[in-house]
């Protein structure tokens, strides 16, 4: 029986687990604005090639220099490389501050206005093992962030997806030898640069990094009772990851589950967070797993039922009732206390004024309709203003699709009139 469970749960560990087949992408982003924008940090043009998703070579066009973002480029990418791609991506700078004008006219946009134009072109592969399979390329144009014109692999033809679109489409598909061009690129120079460049990097790409792993929970904000049960995976790469939260070891659902996305860390890693919401006296058991190819086996960690800060705010709950309960106390005591006084005050009034009755004369010592010479209460002062001082910040964000592309491109193709 035990031998038969073992089986078991190694069967359900490998249908959790499937193979890996590694996933690689290479593109190359170029984006240009229609006038200059005084902020730090945002150039007129840039452009930069991205491998797995880490950036390996940048220009701008305030450096105009393509220059090396990885080691392991500068050291293996001979000098006459960075002197080429420096004069293609002054090309390209040119080219798109001329397109960026083109563009502006054919939508009758306003000039003093901020326009946007992006490149985004590269490809794809798929490994599993020692085979290499070309997975899909990607040749495509945004304009202000939407969509303006993208190239069909498939059917070797450009996809105008607004009527703006359509003078450039017509145009360049009227180049047959231009598209040719484009596919044979996406689907085999691509590939090829991008097979080199995994060689170059070598070490660093191909061993890639394993995830540090947490699972925690907090309590949940719209609902007291509830807890939003987290698992948190970060510093691995490449991004392929499995993680999943688990309920007595079976995977929740995913329309249960709150993703965050895989999103990039700042040294080239990257991370993941899934959360649930979840009963806090939930009792059942629940852990974090996650698997990726750097991993001899997957990561498993159990949650241990706590949640930091609903303990925290038991306490306080806890605090504030003791407080509330000696506050009523002590303003019960005074108050038996001041009647008392009170009592015993009015007591001895009476006692005097029958001692004098015989002599009409002496008048009590106490005023005329009774009351107490002790302090009336005077001198708490009115709340001050708190003093407190605002300020805002004004940001001014620019906001687009983010693309990336490769550095190759066909100067006669890109012509937008």
Known sequence: MGLFLVLCSVFLLGAAVPAWSEKHSLYYIYTALSKPVERTGIYQFTAMGLLDDR???????????????QDWMKEKMQEDYWEKGTQSRKSKEQWFNVNVDILMKRMRHNESDVHVLQWRHGCEIEKQGDEVKFSKGIDEYSYDGDNFLSFDDKESQWVAPVDAALPTKRKWDNVPILNQYTKGYLEKECVDWLNKFREYGDEELRNGSPPEVDVFAKRCTSDKTKVKLSCFATGFYPKDVILSIRKY????????????????????????KKSVIIQEDEK?????????????VPIVIKWDGKCPDCTEGNMMSLVIGVVIGVVLMLGVGGLIFFLKKRRNSGQQRANNMTSNIGNPTEMPKTKIGGGSDSDSGKGSSDPSPDGSSTSSQESVILMSKTSTGQNQPSEGQALLK
Do not use: M, W
């Not at 589950?257 to 990257?270: A, E, K, L, M, Y």
């Open 55 to 69: 950036e390996i070579d940048y220009y701008n066009s305030e450096g105009q220099r393509k220059i090396p973002k």
């Open 249 to 272: 070891r079976s995977p929740l659902p995913e329309e249960e589950i709150v993703s965050s996305g895989i999103r990039p860390n700042h040294d080239g890693t990257f991370q993941l």
């Open 284 to 296: 059942a058991e629940y852990d974090c797993f996650v698997s990726h190819r750097t991993l001899p």
